[in-house]
């Protein structure tokens, strides 16, 4: 269970990890500690995904998004992060832009989208967002990834949510 949200039945090869145990995760991988989250990632950890739920109300999947106002709103937000985390002695990654504009995907009834985030060292990570929206708010799902293989994991993580994923 994904909170009291969403159910998903793991396959073999698939791990998990409860809010406490994914906030001391996204430590260890250099972010500050959250609440309410819950990880998937693959036994080989080539990629990870955080679970998060926004009990936003129902979300029509026919709702219009602006891509440079949404990218404006996420720079901020960067912005903010890495005040935050250069007071808890994090590295610091800068939103550069889209990796993958925001696009509706009709056949799952999903919200997409891919940042392109740069280390002060010059390492390049991607965060591919998939929003599931539902009747309460909206599930969020980041894939993080390298940019080398993203294709591939974005392939396997589609792949395990359209076969064990239910938004409750």
């Known amino acids: ?26 430590q260890l991988n250099g972010n500050p500690p959250i609440s309410n989250a819950y990880t998937i990632a693959p036994k080989l950890l080539d990629w990870f995904a955080i679970f998060e739920f926004d009990p ?52 799952t009834k999903r919200l997409e989208w891919g940042t392109r985030l740069v280390s002060d060292a010059g390492d390049v990570t991607v965060n591919y967002s998939i929003c599931i929206l539902g009747r309460d708010g909206v599930m969020r799902a980041i894939l993080v990834s390298n940019p080398g293989s993203l294709e591939q994991d974005i392939g396997v993580f589609r792949t395990a949510l359209k076969r064990s994923f239910l938004l409750l």
Do not use: C
Not at 1 to 26: H, K, W, Y
Not at 65 to 94: S, Y
């Open 1 to 26: 269970m994904i909170g009291n949200e969403a159910q998903i039945r793991l396959t073999n090869d698939l791990l998990f990890l409860d809010p406490p145990n994914t906030s001391r995760f996204v």
């Open 56 to 107: 936003k109300g129902n979300v029509r999947d026919n709702d219009k998004i602006d891509p440079d106002e949404l990218m404006n709103t996420m720079k901020q937000q960067n912005l903010n992060g890495i005040e935050e985390g250069k007071r808890l002695g994090l590295p610091v990654l800068h939103l550069t832009g889209w990796f993958a504009a925001p696009h509706y995907d009709v056949e």
